[in-house]
């Protein structure tokens, strides 16, 4: 893995020098094809939990039909996730 990182870092990374975002798509995409070649190669089950009872269940909502309470907990999390990240930043480290 650790020459693969080296090839990608001489053949692809180099050129994109500066270009973080470029660097970033380039990447993700790059990891995607490696997951599936990984997944036809050696193949992949899923995995699946149980819901919590406690967040089981449909919640009607006047424009959707209805939505899990499941996915509105996640939802709601990632939201409260987001505003602290917001909020309260990363300090600069400080070097003693």
Same mark, same amino acid.
């Given at each position: @893995? %650790? #020459?693969? $990182?080296?090839? /990608?870092?001489?053949?692809? /990374?180099?050129? @994109? &020098? $500066?270009?973080?975002?470029?660097?970033t798509m380039v990447s993700i995409g790059i990891s995607i094809i490696l997951a599936d070649l990984m997944l %036809?190669?050696?193949g992949g089950s899923t995995y699946q939990f149980? #819901? *919590?009872d406690v967040l089981y269940g449909v919640i009607h909502l006047p424009v959707v039909k209805g939505y899990t309470i499941y996915r509105l907990f996640i939802l709601g999390v990632a939201v409260v996730i987001g505003l602290a990240l917001w909020f309260f930043p *990363?300090? &600069? *480290?400080?070097w003693v």
């Open positions: @893995m %650790a #020459i693969l $990182g080296l090839l /990608f870092q001489v053949c692809i /990374f180099r050129r @994109m &020098e $500066g270009q973080d975002l470029r660097q %036809a190669i050696w149980d #819901i *919590p *990363p300090r &600069e *480290p400080r």
